[in-house]
């Protein structure tokens, strides 16, 4: 049994690959902490692009999608970047709920699991 782990430390990893499947934590904009929901959405995005294709993937091949937000008034603005960015015909299965995130900097948090 093969399981690879990227950007592991001693509480979780980025992501981990195994059986054809690469999934992801939950991202939260470490670039654009404190940001509108607009910035955080697409920090994170490139963020998953990048776990992504680390693990041999690609939004291609996207299975499933969960989407934490700090306030579901701003569902609109977040969709509005991940109707730019979801690539099209090959939409995941998605879950978006409202919730306490981690930090108040962070109004918005995403994981999601892919196809290698």
């Given at each position: 049994m093969s399981i690879t782990r990227i950007k592991s430390g001693d509480r979780m990893s980025q992501a981990?690959?195994?059986?054809?499947?690469?999934?992801?934590?939950?991202?939260?904009?470490?670039?654009?902490?404190?940001?509108?929901v607009t910035d955080q959405t697409k920090d994170i995005l490139s963020a998953i692009d990048a776990l992504l294709a680390e693990g041999g993937s690609d939004k291609s091949n996207l299975l499933t999608a969960t989407i934490w937000l700090a306030d579901i008034g701003d569902f609109a603005e977040m969709n509005a970047v991940w109707d730019a960015w979801v690539?099209?015909?090959?939409?995941?299965?998605?879950?978006?709920?409202?919730?306490?995130?981690?930090?108040?900097?962070?109004?918005?948090?995403?994981?999601?699991?892919?196809?290698?």
């Open positions: 981990v690959v195994h059986n054809g499947i690469v999934s992801t934590a939950g991202q939260v904009a470490q670039n654009a902490k404190g940001g509108s690539s099209k015909g090959n939409t995941p299965t998605r879950a978006c709920v409202e919730s306490k995130l981690a930090s108040p900097d962070f109004t918005v948090e995403i994981a999601v699991t892919a196809a290698v």
